[in-house]
């Protein structure tokens, strides 16, 4: 799949709107009264979160023109259900509808096929799980998904791993301002190689030459085991902001370790 087109579906990505705070905040007020005109300049603004998040399925071999027709049909479903009150930006939001609208469109022309039985457990799984999302504003966990259907938890953590597609823990998640987020910086790392060099005995050491930011989130990541979502919740930062810090962070400690 060839991922450094000028154009997909017609379009001249290199000429694609960027909106500021300012106007999605006041073309979002004219999309909630109805404005048709306000949400296509909303959906062109939004254009190149779709081709981010698109590049982590460089692997896939499909068609980049059908991958960036099915990631705006998950940015249109994302902007028609964003709640603009509650204190979450629209790229939270959009990037895992977009993902997984286009990882349907993938398993649906996969060649593994999925029994019926447990793309209906997946699939009512999936929208319970967005259900119960709303309404408490925070991601159930999976026995509350399995009281609310009332199917054992491990038949859900099976059926939503058969209709997964395998992705590398490397796979670019999405790009912000230049800094990349890859699946393994989602996953908890309790376990991390870098582990192996922080529990030297110049450890205290290494990190009094960190800033107190740095200093919190290497202690978050490294001995408490969180995720970077985890800890960009708790500072109040983006994930992607933790990410380079953290970087930079682990960079200064091996430099004095060495």
């Given at each position: 799949?060839?991922?450094?087109?000028?154009?997909?579906?017609?379009?001249?990505?290199?000429?694609?709107?960027?909106?500021?705070?300012?106007?999605?905040?006041?073309?979002?007020?004219?999309?909630?009264?109805?404005?048709?005109?306000?949400r296509?300049?909303?959906?062109?603004?939004?254009?190149?979160?779709?081709?981010?998040?698109?590049r982590?399925?460089?692997?896939?071999?499909?068609?980049?023109?059908?991958?960036?027709?099915?990631?705006?049909?998950?940015?249109?479903?994302?902007?028609?259900?964003?709640?603009?009150?509650?204190?979450?930006?629209?790229?939270t939001?959009a990037?895992?509808?977009?993902?997984?609208?286009?990882?349907?469109?993938?398993?649906?022309?996969?060649?593994?096929?999925?029994?019926?039985?447990?793309?209906?457990?997946?699939?009512?799984?999936?929208?319970?799980?967005?259900?119960?999302?709303?309404?408490?504003?925070?991601?159930?966990?999976?026995?509350?998904?399995?009281?609310?259907?009332?199917?054992?938890?491990?038949?859900?953590?099976?059926?939503?791993?058969?209709?997964?597609?395998?992705i590398?823990?490397?796979?670019?998640v999405?790009?912000?301002?230049?800094?990349?987020?890859?699946?393994?910086?989602?996953?908890?790392?309790?376990?991390?190689?870098e582990?192996?060099?922080?529990?030297?005995?110049?450890?205290?050491?290494?990190?009094?030459?960190?800033?107190?930011?740095?200093?919190?989130?290497?202690?978050?990541?490294?001995?408490?085991?969180?995720?970077?979502?985890?800890?960009?919740?708790?500072?109040?930062?983006?994930?992607?902001?933790?990410?380079?810090?953290?970087?930079?962070?682990?960079?200064?400690?091996?430099?004095?370790?060495?």
């Open positions: 799949m060839v991922m450094n087109k000028v154009e997909i579906c017609g379009v001249n990505t290199s000429r694609l709107p960027l909106l500021t705070n300012e106007e999605k905040t006041l073309l979002f007020e004219r999309i909630k009264k109805g404005d048709k005109e306000a296509e300049l909303y959906i062109k603004g939004n254009l190149r979160l779709v081709l981010s998040v698109i982590r399925f460089s692997s896939s071999n499909e068609n980049a023109d059908d991958l960036f027709q099915i990631g705006c049909i998950g940015l249109m479903k994302a902007i028609d259900n964003f709640d603009c009150t509650l204190d979450v930006r629209f790229s939001y990037v895992p509808m977009i993902i997984g609208e286009i990882r349907r469109y993938l398993r649906d022309n996969n060649s593994i096929r999925v029994s019926r039985s447990l793309r209906d457990i997946a699939y009512k799984a999936i929208y319970t799980r967005e259900m119960l999302s709303r309404e408490s504003s925070q991601e159930p966990t999976i026995q509350q998904i399995a009281e609310a259907i009332d199917i054992p938890a491990e038949e859900i953590v099976y059926a939503l791993d058969a209709i997964q597609s395998p590398s823990l490397y796979d670019p999405y790009t912000e301002g230049g800094d990349t987020l890859y699946v393994t910086d989602q996953i908890s790392d309790k376990k991390n190689k582990e192996n060099w922080v529990q030297n005995l110049s450890l205290t050491e290494a990190m009094k030459k960190l800033t107190p930011r740095e200093h919190h989130i290497i202690n978050l990541r490294f001995f408490e085991g969180r995720t970077q979502m985890e800890v960009a919740e708790e500072i109040h930062i983006s994930q992607a902001q933790v990410s380079r810090l953290e970087k930079n962070a682990l960079k200064t400690m091996r430099g004095y370790l060495k």
